[in-house]
Structures are given as C-alpha cells and as structure tokens.
C-alpha cells in the first residue's frame, strides 16, 4: 500500500516494490482513499500527527503490518526523533529516497 499524494513519487516506490517480489502495490493519494484488504507493507506521506492518528493505520500497526512514514523536513529523523517514532510502531524513509534506501527497509523488515 503506498498512500502518496504526489503521483510521481508513487510510481517509483510502487516499480521499487514490485521489483522486491511484491504481486500487488495499491496507490491512493491520501488517507482517506485507503484500500482495504491483505496490506503487508503501508507506505504513508503526510502530517506525521495525521497518520498516526488515523484509526486504520493503528489497525495495521497493531496487526503487525509495518507501517512507513516519509520524513520530506528532516524532523523524523533528527536526535532523538527515532525513539519517539519508534514507539509509534511505525518506521521512517527520508524523503528524497534511494531506491537502495526502500531495499534495505524491506530487507530489515522482511516483507517479501
């Protein structure tokens, strides 16, 4: 699942995904578009407050799927930022990413 609102940035993560061994890789612009169904891996952009906030994307890290927060500002990945994300449940990708950047994230998390 990549939720994204900027159409250009979905297609490259979705072509990264699909050449990982993904099958299926939904796009929806925002939140409030989501996709339902077998979700294995979310990436989100958007208002940090606002996705985590957001009763579905609790659901999914609460059920196990690893949820991945874009950080375009640097403010998700500065001192001590990783611990406060890191009890959210929720992992971070600094944005712009190297598609060596999304690899080695689903390495960590074992996705595929």
């Not at 578009?33 to 952009?45: K, Q, S, Y």
């Not at 606002?50 to 890290?61: E, K, P």
């Not at 059920?63 to 890191?86: H, M, S």
């Not at 944005?95 to 080695?104: G, K, L, M, S, Y």
Request: proline content about 6%; aromatic content about 6%; hydrophobic content about 50%.
């Amino acid at each position: 699942m990549i939720v994204h609102p900027d159409p250009f940035v979905a297609q490259d993560l979705q072509d990264i995904l699909i050449s990982a061994g993904a099958t299926k890789v939904d796009v929806v612009p925002a939140l409030a578009d989501e996709v339902r169904g077998n979700i294995r891996i979310a990436f989100v952009a958007g208002r940090v407050p606002d996705i985590l906030s957001a009763d579905h994307v609790r659901a999914w890290a609460d059920g196990g799927v690893p949820v991945v927060v874009f950080d375009g500002d640097g403010t998700l990945t500065g001192p001590g930022a990783e611990n406060a994300v890191a009890t959210c449940g929720v992992h971070v990708l600094a944005q712009p990413f190297r598609t060596e950047d999304v690899t080695r994230l689903l390495r960590e998390l074992a996705v595929f």
